[in-house]
Nanobody, 126 residues
Framework: QLQAFGGGVVQAGGSLRLSCTDS????????WGWFRQAPGKEREFVAA??????????ADSVKGRFTVSVSRDNARITVDLRVINLKPEDTAIYYC???????????????????WGQGTLVTVSS
């Protein structure tokens, strides 16, 4: 089961770390992605990272403030999304997902992902 957690209410200018794990993991994935959906808007791509952790890709709108990383504890993989200098427009439900096999990098389209977790809500207060 893919789970995203770490959301909450944060003041503008603050920072936050979101995490994603797959508790039912039975195989490796090519890449992991983060998306977000703001109130009244469509879900949009935020960041993606190869499971090796060596290659990442970001939406232009979040470059410089968002950092995605992979960490391992034995067979358990956690994919973190660290955000600094939060802005009210970062308010959204943040989703993590794992890629479908055979997709071309970078994986920035929703169709590149076949397994989604439930979202975690981030609210940035001004």
């Amino acid at each position: 089961q893919l789970q995203a957690f770490g959301g909450g209410v944060v003041q503008a200018g603050g920072s936050l770390r979101l995490s994603c794990t797959d508790s039912g993991r039975t195989s490796s994935y090519s890449a992991w992605g983060w998306f977000r959906q703001a109130p009244g808007k469509e879900r949009e791509f935020v960041a993606a990272i190869r499971e090796s952790g060596r290659v990442s890709y970001y939406a232009d709108s979040v470059k410089g403030r968002f950092t995605v990383s992979v960490s391992r504890d034995n067979a358990r993989i956690t994919v973190d999304l660290r955000v600094i200098n939060l802005k009210p427009e970062d308010t959204a439900i943040y989703y993590c997902a794992v890629s479908r096999p055979g997709r071309s990098w970078p994986h920035r389209a929703e169709n590149d992902y076949g397994y989604w977790g439930q979202g975690t809500l981030v609210t940035v207060s001004s």
